[in-house]
């Protein structure tokens, strides 16, 4: 029992040492959120910090998912740790070898900055695309993701009273949509009230 302890204490510092994880990506969920495995198998969702990508749906969002999947998809990588969110998603800055995803995104334009994010280098990044139209930028009125977001919740067809959700922080219409499905028995119905006081996201497939 003592040799167990030790070892889980050491595996704990091994991983988190100086705030970071460490692990192999295993899924991408779209833009800016990436599910790492960690070597003791545990997965742990990863939110980067100070940035919001096009939601999927929305113009660039499988264009932002593409360029995350193809510059970390399946590699190990580094986090440095900022923070959770209120879905206890890790909030963090994500390195690949020496390229660091946040910053890669806004230089392509394929994110937005958050603006309670103080970062002079994102801003600059962020600006620096919009000058030179890259990505989304090359839209004259491009819609940013949490505006997106918000239409979705306020747009709800007149007449809905229940949807569904699994382990996510999104909610579905459609009991079989191919989002939800894959989370099989996992899956509730919820009033919609209870979705919107949780600020759930509403299924950019079915919830249109």
Not at 122 to 127: I, K
Request: glycine share 6%; aromatic share 10%.
């Amino acid at each position: 029992m003592r040799y167990i302890i030790i070892l889980l204490s050491f595996l704990s510092i091994s991983l988190y040492s100086q705030n970071t994880i460490r692990g192999k990506v295993v899924k991408i969920s779209d833009g800016d959120t990436v599910v790492l495995r960690d070597s003791t198998n545990t997965q742990h969702r990863i939110r980067l910090d100070g940035i919001d990508c096009p939601e999927r749906g929305q113009a660039f969002g499988n264009v932002a998912t593409n360029f995350t999947r193809g510059i970390c998809a399946g590699k190990d990588i580094i986090v440095d740790i900022i923070g959770y969110d209120r879905y206890k998603r890790i909030l963090g800055v994500v390195w690949v070898e020496d390229v660091n995803l946040n910053e890669e995104l806004l230089k392509a334009g394929l994110a937005w900055r958050y603006k309670y994010n103080k970062s002079e280098e994102y801003h600059r990044l962020e600006q620096e695309a919009r000058k030179n139209r890259k990505g989304l930028w090359v839209d004259k009125e491009p819609i940013a993701p949490w505006d997106f977001r918000k239409k979705g919740q306020n747009t709800i067809s007149v007449g809905v009273s229940y949807v569904y959700k699994a382990k996510s922080n999104i909610y579905h219409r459609r009991k079989d949509c191919p989002e939800l499905t894959k989370y099989k028995s996992d899956i509730n119905k919820i009033d919609i009230k209870e979705a919107k006081r949780n600020n759930l996201y509403p299924c950019t497939m079915c919830s249109k």
